[in-house]
Nanobody, 124 residues
Framework: QVQLTESGGGSVQAGGSLRLSCGAS????????MAWFRQAPGKEREFVAS????????MYGESVKGRFRISKDNAKNTMWLQMDNLTPEGTAVYYC?????????????????WGQGIQVTVSS
């Protein structure tokens, strides 16, 4: 089974930056897109950003537009989420995700693979 593993989380003060990484255990598994979701206590899982694996088309959640950037390197089998100008609302567990076939990427119910999640804490 494909495993997705996040790294790079931690604690940062408001206004600071973090970069999350996600690596996959297999290089050749079908993937239309990879994405980041996050979930804070008491809230539903929220779409953050996505990138198509072949074309590199990106999409961002409204709350992070202009502050977060998603990128990937197919040869390294890795994607990143650069998070700038973080706010306390960014405190959450962040999940790496992958979808095998074309579809509605922001819909978490249609994700095929999930990472274990990594904590990001933003203090004021």
């Amino acid at each position: 089974q494909v495993q997705l593993t996040e790294s790079g989380g931690g604690s940062v003060q408001a206004g600071g930056s973090l970069r999350l990484s996600c690596g996959a255990s297999e290089r050749t598994f079908p993937r239309f897109a990879m994405a980041w979701f996050r979930q804070a206590p008491g809230k539903e899982r929220e779409f953050v950003a996505s990138i198509t694996w072949t074309w590199g088309g990106t999409m961002y959640g409204e709350s992070v537009k202009g502050r977060f950037r998603i990128s990937k390197d197919n040869a390294k089998n890795t994607m990143w989420l650069q998070m700038d100008n973080l706010t306390p609302e960014g405190t959450a567990v962040y999940y790496c995700a992958a979808r095998a076939s074309p579809g509605d990427i922001p819909n978490s119910a249609r994700i095929d693979y999930w990472g274990q999640g990594i904590q990001v804490t933003v203090s004021s």
